[in-house]
């Protein structure tokens, strides 16, 4: 009873994937789980994470052909190959797909070994910024024609498991927020102690990746515009924005830059901010029906929140009561947010975050996640017995 995961990613920053995984061993539902993943230099390409969980990343001889769609899909099939033969007496019973790539060889293998199948979609593949065209309606054909051999869909927002469901007519998809593991709430001080901030000034943290789309390059002009430096910004994460970033901050009194931390210390680095911002932009359907990790770990390390107007994460911080909702995309309506944010209940906010973030840790969301795995265990004990 061997679980196996299989990701188009290398496998470097899947925080996600290994907590379901130490969920699922934790729970004794599986013996042994093994991580397919892509070969990059730099990286193992076998490793053992912890104990019972084994990562294996292919190199592929056919990467150097180019990424046109046909020299994609030869790729696509080299993976496979390597993945059968790799694994194919390794017991496996059961399968986690981890994109819609991955679907019809996460198809195919169910079939072959007699194993259940998990699609866990990390988001709505077929409605984002890149899905159009040709390759938008074969990715939605393909979905519409493999989901249905899924034993199990896992979704990452209520939005999301509605949109499945009416669109390929499904049972609704399990829902699993990308929420980080309950912390106690402390306050810590590491970005002024590390960045010179004096006590006087206020931190809005925005953690993540560094990359167009999520307001990044907004949020750093807006900062550029202030003229007080009674708010400063610091901006945490990796990407292709970071130079301007660190350009910016050596020009500007209340701009910060620090590296991206691990996950192990991530809640601790983000508590020592007063709220935090994550502006995605509304440019598709996926981004609307977003529910952010970066949302939860705010919630986590008590910080209340500036958000922008997508559908399931402004709900969420309006309801709750733990932030405000920001819907004027431009320098002067980001400042405006902000300072009608700092004129608010900082303090009643910061409390609904934090009981938002325990309400919905990861804690709960395993509880749901193995519930229905062991229904899948059950119906595969069942077909056993009526062979």
């Known amino acids: 009873m061997n679980n196996l995961h299989i990701s188009l990613t290398d496998f470097r920053n899947e925080s996600r994937v290994i907590k379901e995984i130490i969920s699922l061993r934790d729970a004794k539902l599986f013996t042994t789980f093994y991580v397919a993943a892509l070969h990059e230099d730099g990286l193992e390409h076998k490793k053992k994470y912890d104990e019972n969980i084994f990562i294996q990343r292919f190199s592929l001889t056919t990467r150097k052909y180019g990424k046109n769609l046909i020299s994609q899909f030869i790729k ?8 059968l033969f790799f694994y194919n007496k390794r017991n496996i019973s059961c399968i986690n797909v981890h994109c819609l ?24 593949e077929t409605e984002t910024n890149g899905a159009h065209g040709a390759r938008k309606k074969l990715s ?24 499945y469901s009416s669109e390929y007519y499904l049972k609704r998809p399990l829902v699993v927020f990308n929420a980080p593991n309950l ?27 560094l ?12 900062f550029k515009a202030r003229k007080e430096e009674d708010v400063v910004a610091v901006f945490m994460g990796y990407g292709e924005l970071q130079e301007e970033i660190k350009t910016a ?10 590296p991206a931390v691990s996950q192990k210390v991530l809640i601790e680095y983000t508590s020592s901010a007063d709220f935090g911002i994550h502006l995605i932009q509304k440019t598709c359907l996926n981004h609307d029906y977003c529910m952010p990790n970066k949302l939860f770990e705010y919630a986590m390390a008590g910080l209340p929140v500036l958000v922008s107007d997508m559908k399931d994460m402004s709900e969420l911080v309006e309801k709750n009561k733990m932030g405000i909702v920001i819907s004027d995309f431009s320098v002067t309506g980001i400042n405006r947010a902000i300072n009608n944010f700092l004129a ?14 325990c309400e919905h840790a990861w804690e709960v969301q395993e509880q749901k996640m193995l519930s229905a795995y062991q229904d899948i265990g059950w119906k595969n004990s069942k077909k056993e017995e009526n062979k």
């Open 76 to 83: 696509y099939i080299e993976f496979c190959v390597k993945i």
């Open 140 to 163: 939605k054909w393909l979905e519409y024609f493999f989901i249905k051999h899924a034993d199990m869909t896992i979704v990452v927002s209520e939005s999301i498991a509605d949109w």
């Open 101 to 124: 790539g991955l679907l019809p060889l996460g198809v195919f293998l169910k079939y072959l070994w007699g194993a259940s199948l998990v699609y866990d979609a990390h988001e709505l």
């Open 344 to 357: 608010q209940d900082l303090k009643k906010m910061k409390i609904n975050a934090y009981r938002v973030a």
């Open 249 to 258: 901050a050596n020009q500007y009194g209340n701009i910060f830059f620090y």
């Open 211 to 222: 990359i167009a789309g999520r307001g990044v390059r907004l949020i750093l002009n807006a």
């Open 183 to 209: 912390h106690e709430l402390k306050k810590n001080n590491n970005f002024r102690e590390e960045l010179g901030i004096r006590e006087n000034q206020i931190i809005l943290l925005y953690q993540g990746g």
